[in-house]
């Protein structure tokens, strides 16, 4: 095997020239035109092959699809990168060639078992290729592509690749049998023809109709050459001598080109991993960025939505109870429209209860006008006449409100009840047995039923039938007018009234009784603070005529009860602050006035919470009259039992 | 001679071999009754959890209760001063009293069932744990002396299993058959 290597590459050696390939010259320049376009678009698969070989040889531990991929795509990347530097850079011909000759490989014999020392020799030849002898290019293409000479090339190319280039390097015919051949001249190639003509023709192709071509080519390259010789001898020489010569520097550039080649080779190899791994980092950067940039997505979207999202993601499964809870929904409902109902009624019942009052204030009035004292006598003026009628009439429906106040009252209680119950028995189902609510729905369902306000289930019986006798309304005036006059204006008093009328008002403070003629007097006063802390009583009328006075502050601390009549007027009052820190007692009808004055403050520092006779309604007027803007000065027990009663 | 040593040797290896399958049978039981033991004192410790739990349970709504009766109560107090009302027969007259003394019973009876409850399941619980002690001292017997007579105590364990065990499935108590405290009395307790 040795000495066939020998012999093939001392043959080859010989071989090398034109010969051969002029006659093939033609054919081979439309070749080479080709190739020369072409080669690029079939570098990527020669490339690939490169890939696919390097695939082999890669480290275990690889994730061989994960290269599969990465590989497929980093070579489009790198060839792409390549394709670019070729076209952009001139000097990069000789890749250019490369890419070609590879490609020529590929599609020839030596594809599979050139080592990459062959490809490098292989690719070597172009690196001293001058660029403008398009003619050698010829024949470095037609050389290196003898489509005849296949089956035998085959061979003879690995045996050449395989010949170190220390050979080429010892024998001038070695370096042209390599493939040095390529970069000679016309005239050099001419020379080595004639050096070894017939040993070219036997072993270069090995084909007979390369062998016919060698021998007529020989045969006129034989005359001429010595023509050539005898006209030439000298220059002859010479050319032997730069033949020699550029042999020489031939051996010198391959050594370069080789170098230049293994850079060349190593850089494409160096672009081609870095492509991969620019790839590689490039894909790994955009999974992060992914992962990242998908979150920001998610949220920029989302966050708008979110809201949204939560509503129609946080539907509440219907829960075990879910049925029962609205039904008890529903009867707390109509328990609050009962208990507003009772509001009202008892509203209206305060409402008639300050009319009667202030009615028997206006009989009362009307008796000491005109010295009546007799029902008779009563009844015969008219106006007093319809005043008790009226007092009658209001009594009698106040009466007549006590049922449907009742039976609201009664709904109320007996629907509070039975949620409650209900609720009891949803609190204890889940560790109970025998608790039936749908019994409970029945129930309140019954209850809902029963206590629906409608007129007919509100309405009074006949009022007509609870009227009380006129006699007793009459007695009753007469009773409280009897307590009235229980108080007389002292001497001391008077004189106090008579300065106050006469424009003095300095013992104002020190009065105790008060008239009505006092109080007119009492309402010209200038200022801003009216002290009646003597005062013990305040009827209307003289409320009526203080409620005129322009002033800011009114002390009645002395007064201990109040009526609705009176509060009536002294609410009117367009002051800021009354302080009543003598009333132990606020009654509900009062607060009905209170809620329409238009002052500030109120002290009621007097007042008491008794608890035997709690009235949550009072305290939570006041407490109500508080919210909307009125400052209340109460004790500290009061203002517990109102924030209870709130 | 050499029949005797024979026979003699017979005999030994069969001796050995009783005694091997003797230890093995020995070292099997010894074996069961250890699972055994650990098993149902595995079980023991389950079951002692889920009463734990239902106690918890039981005593957590027992207070809820208590304090519902605590705040109608009140209100009874309260709507008494308010309508000034001494005698129980007046008293039923208000609804709201009438209603909160119904309420009043109905939640009695339930914290006496609770409690009735509550009351077994911690004996419950203490007979458990009293047996898994037991098993604890029988097992460290059986580990040292390489057996004991335990049969007798998986007995007791899955009687007191076999009773508490579905009572931890069960409603705490029969809402429908709770006692009820009289009307009047709770009144009276109310008032003085």
Request: glycine share 4%.
């Given at each position: 095997?040795?000495?066939?290597?020998?012999?093939k590459?001392?043959?080859?050696?010989?071989?090398?020239?034109?010969?051969?390939?002029?006659?093939?010259?033609?054919?081979?320049?439309?070749?080479?035109?080709?190739?020369?376009?072409?080669?690029?678009?079939?570098?990527?698969?020669?490339?690939?092959?490169?890939w696919?070989?390097?695939?082999?040889?890669?480290?275990?531990?690889m994730?061989?699809g994960?290269?599969?991929?990465?590989?497929?795509?980093?070579?489009?990347?790198s060839?792409?990168?390549?394709?670019?530097?070729?076209?952009?850079?001139?000097?990069?011909?000789?890749?250019?060639?490369?890419?070609?000759?590879?490609?020529?490989?590929?599609?020839?014999?030596?594809?599979?078992?050139?080592?990459?020392?062959?490809?490098?020799?292989?690719?070597?030849?172009?690196?001293?290729?001058?660029?403008?002898?398009?003619?050698?290019?010829?024949?470095?293409?037609s050389?290196e592509i003898?489509?005849?000479?296949?089956?035998?090339?085959?061979?003879?190319?690995?045996?050449?690749?395989?010949?170190?280039?220390?050979?080429?390097?010892?024998?001038?015919?070695?370096?042209?049998?390599?493939?040095?051949?390529?970069?000679?001249?016309?005239?050099?190639?001419?020379?080595?023809?004639?050096?070894?003509?017939?040993?070219e023709e036997?072993?270069?192709?090995?084909?007979?109709?390369?062998?016919?071509?060698?021998?007529?080519?020989?045969?006129?390259?034989?005359?001429?050459?010595?023509?050539?010789?005898?006209?030439?001898?000298?220059?002859?020489?010479?050319?032997?001598?730069?033949?020699?010569?550029?042999?020489?520097?031939g051996?010198?550039?391959?050594?370069?080109?080789?170098?230049?080649?293994?850079?060349?080779?190593?850089?494409?190899?160096f672009?081609?991993?870095?492509?991969?791994?620019?790839?590689?980092?490039l894909?790994l950067?955009?999974?992060?960025?992914?992962?990242?940039?998908?979150?920001?997505?998610?949220?920029?979207?989302?966050?708008?939505?979110?809201?949204?999202?939560?509503?129609?993601?946080?539907?509440?499964?219907?829960?075990?109870?879910d049925?029962?809870?609205?039904?008890?929904?529903?009867?707390?409902?109509?328990?609050?429209?009962?208990l507003?109902?009772?509001e009202?009624?008892?509203?209206?019942?305060?409402?008639?209860?300050?009319?009667?009052?202030?009615?028997?204030?206006?009989?009362?009035?009307?008796?000491?006008?005109?010295?009546i004292?007799?029902?008779?006598?009563?009844?015969?003026?008219n106006?007093?006449?319809?005043d008790?009628?009226?007092?009658?009439?209001?009594?009698?429906?106040?009466?007549?409100?006590?049922?449907?106040?009742?039976?609201?009252?009664?709904?109320?209680?007996?629907?509070?009840?039975?949620?409650?119950?209900?609720?009891?028995?949803?609190?204890?189902?889940?560790?109970?047995?025998?608790?039936d609510l749908?019994?409970?729905?029945?129930?309140?369902?019954?209850?809902?039923?029963?206590?629906?306000?409608?007129?007919?289930?509100?309405?009074?019986?006949?009022?007509?039938?609870?009227?009380?006798?006129?006699?007793?309304?009459?007695?009753?005036?007469k009773?409280?007018?009897?307590?009235?006059?229980?108080?007389?204006?002292?001497?001391?008093?008077?004189?106090?009234?008579?300065?106050?009328?006469?424009?003095?008002?300095?013992?104002?403070?020190?009065?105790?009784?008060?008239?009505?003629?006092?109080?007119?007097?009492?309402?010209?006063?200038?200022?801003?603070?009216?002290?009646?802390?003597?005062?013990?009583?305040?009827?209307?009328?003289?409320?009526?005529?203080?409620?005129?006075?322009?002033?800011?502050?009114?002390?009645?601390?002395?007064?201990?009860?109040?009526s609705?009549?009176?509060?009536?007027?002294?609410f009117?009052?367009?002051?800021?602050?009354?302080?009543?820190?003598?009333?132990?007692?606020?009654?509900?009808?009062?607060?009905?006035?209170?809620?329409?004055?238009?002052?500030?403050?109120?002290e009621?520092?007097?007042?008491?919470?008794?608890?035997?006779?709690?009235?949550?309604?009072?305290?939570?007027?006041?407490?109500?009259?508080?919210?909307?803007?009125?400052?209340?000065?109460v004790?500290?027990?009061?203002?517990?039992?109102?924030?209870?009663?709130? | 001679?050499?029949?005797?040593m024979?026979?003699?040797?017979?005999?030994?290896?069969?001796?050995?071999?009783?005694?091997?399958?003797?230890?093995?049978?020995t070292?099997?039981?010894?074996?069961?009754?250890?699972?055994?033991?650990?098993?149902?004192?595995?079980?023991?410790?389950?079951?002692?959890?889920?009463?734990?739990?239902?106690?918890?349970?039981?005593?957590?709504?027992?207070?809820?209760?208590?304090?519902k009766?605590?705040?109608?109560?009140?209100?009874i107090?309260?709507?008494?001063?308010?309508?000034?009302?001494?005698?129980?027969?007046?008293?039923?007259?208000?609804p709201?009293?009438?209603y909160?003394l119904?309420?009043?019973?109905?939640?009695?009876?339930?914290?006496?069932?609770?409690?009735?409850?509550?009351?077994?399941?911690?004996?419950?619980?203490?007979?458990?744990?009293?047996y898994?002690?037991?098993?604890?001292?029988?097992?460290?017997?059986?580990?040292?002396?390489?057996?004991?007579?335990?049969?007798?105590?998986?007995?007791?364990?899955?009687?007191?299993l076999?009773?508490?065990?579905?009572?931890?499935?069960?409603?705490?108590?029969?809402?429908?058959?709770?006692?009820?405290?009289?009307a009047?009395?709770?009144?009276?307790?109310?008032?003085?």
């Amino acid at each position: 095997m040795g000495k066939k290597s020998n012999k093939k590459s001392s043959s080859l050696s010989d071989l090398e020239p034109l010969e051969e390939q002029e006659p093939n010259q033609e054919a081979l320049k439309e070749l080479d035109a080709r190739d020369i376009i072409e080669p690029l678009k079939k570098a990527p698969d020669n490339i690939d092959d490169r890939w696919q070989d390097s695939e082999t040889d890669a480290p275990e531990g690889m994730a061989v699809g994960e290269q599969e991929i990465s590989l497929d795509e980093a070579a489009e990347i790198s060839f792409d990168e390549v394709d670019r530097h070729i076209d952009s850079d001139p000097e990069n011909v000789e890749t250019e060639v490369l890419l070609d000759e590879n490609d020529v490989e590929t599609n020839g014999p030596i594809e599979d078992d050139d080592p990459p020392e062959q490809e490098s020799d292989e690719t070597a030849i172009p690196l001293y290729e001058e660029p403008d002898d398009s003619q050698v290019e010829d024949q470095v293409v037609s050389d290196e592509i003898p489509p005849d000479a296949e089956p035998k090339a085959d061979g003879e190319y690995s045996e050449i690749v395989e010949q170190p280039v220390e050979d080429s390097q010892h024998s001038p015919i070695a370096d042209k049998s390599g493939n040095d051949f390529l970069a000679l001249d016309d005239d050099e190639i001419d020379d080595s023809i004639d050096e070894k003509p017939a040993e070219e023709e036997s072993s270069v192709t090995g084909t007979e109709e390369i062998e016919d071509v060698g021998d007529i080519h020989s045969g006129t390259r034989k005359a001429e050459d010595k023509k050539v010789a005898e006209l030439n001898g000298t220059a002859q020489e010479e050319k032997n001598l730069k033949t020699e010569a550029k042999s020489q520097i031939g051996k010198i550039s391959t050594r370069g080109a080789l170098s230049s080649k293994k850079i060349a080779i190593g850089s494409i190899i160096f672009l081609i991993f870095s492509g991969l791994s620019i790839y590689a980092l490039l894909s790994l950067i955009d999974i992060k960025g992914k992962v990242k940039i998908v979150p920001e997505a998610k949220s920029q979207i989302g966050e708008p939505v979110e809201p949204a999202q939560i509503q129609a993601q946080t539907p509440k499964p219907p829960g075990k109870y879910d049925k029962y809870l609205a039904k008890l929904e529903e009867a707390e409902r109509l328990r609050n429209d009962l208990l507003q109902k009772k509001e009202e009624i008892y509203k209206l019942n305060l409402y008639y209860r300050n009319g009667i009052v202030e009615l028997m204030d206006q009989v009362s009035d009307e008796m000491q006008k005109t010295n009546i004292s007799s029902l008779a006598q009563a009844l015969k003026n008219n106006r007093i006449e319809l005043d008790l009628r009226t007092i009658q009439r209001r009594q009698a429906y106040i009466q007549g409100l006590e049922k449907p106040n009742r039976w609201v009252h009664n709904g109320s209680e007996e629907l509070l009840f039975l949620k409650r119950k209900a609720l009891l028995d949803i609190q204890i189902a889940e560790i109970a047995s025998g608790i039936d609510l749908n019994r409970h729905v029945r129930y309140v369902n019954a209850a809902i039923q029963k206590y629906q306000l409608s007129a007919e289930k509100l309405a009074v019986d006949d009022y007509t039938s609870n009227f009380t006798p006129l006699e007793t309304i009459w007695s009753q005036i007469k009773n409280q007018n009897t307590e009235r006059a229980h108080t007389p204006v002292s001497h001391k008093d008077e004189k106090i009234i008579a300065e106050i009328c006469s424009g003095d008002f300095k013992r104002v403070a020190e009065l105790s009784t008060m008239t009505a003629g006092a109080a007119k007097c009492l309402s010209q006063m200038n200022g801003s603070d009216l002290f009646l802390n003597g005062l013990k009583q305040l009827a209307p009328d003289e409320a009526k005529y203080l409620s005129r006075w322009p002033g800011n502050w009114i002390c009645l601390n002395s007064i201990d009860t109040l009526s609705p009549t009176v509060a009536r007027y002294l609410f009117k009052w367009e002051g800021s602050w009354i302080s009543l820190n003598g009333l132990t007692e606020f009654p509900p009808e009062l607060t009905l006035y209170l809620m329409e004055w238009k002052g500030h403050q109120l002290e009621l520092m007097g007042l008491d919470y008794h608890k035997k006779k709690p009235d949550q309604r009072a305290l939570k007027y006041l407490a109500l009259w508080e919210t909307m803007g009125g400052k209340l000065f109460v004790t500290e027990g009061v203002r517990k039992e109102m924030e209870r009663a709130m | 001679m050499g029949t005797d040593m024979m026979k003699h040797i017979k005999s030994s290896c069969t001796a050995i071999a009783m005694i091997g399958i003797l230890f093995c049978g020995t070292l099997s039981a010894t074996g069961y009754k250890t699972t055994e033991i650990n098993r149902k004192m595995t079980e023991i410790a389950s079951l002692q959890h889920s009463l734990s739990s239902k106690i918890e349970l039981a005593i957590e709504k027992k207070k809820q209760l208590e304090q519902k009766t605590e705040a109608l109560k009140e209100e009874i107090k309260q709507e008494r001063a308010q309508l000034q009302i001494e005698s129980y027969k007046r008293a039923v007259l208000a609804p709201r009293i009438d209603y909160n003394l119904k309420l009043i019973q109905l939640l009695l009876g339930y914290v006496a069932s609770l409690n009735e409850k509550i009351k077994y399941f911690q004996n419950g619980h203490e007979t458990l744990g009293y047996y898994f002690q037991q098993a604890q001292d029988d097992l460290l017997m059986i580990k040292t002396l390489n057996d004991l007579e335990v049969e007798k105590l998986i007995a007791q364990i899955n009687s007191i299993l076999d009773e508490y065990t579905p009572e931890t499935n069960k409603p705490l108590f029969d809402a429908d058959s709770v006692p009820l405290e009289d009307a009047e009395r709770i009144w009276n307790d109310i008032v003085n």
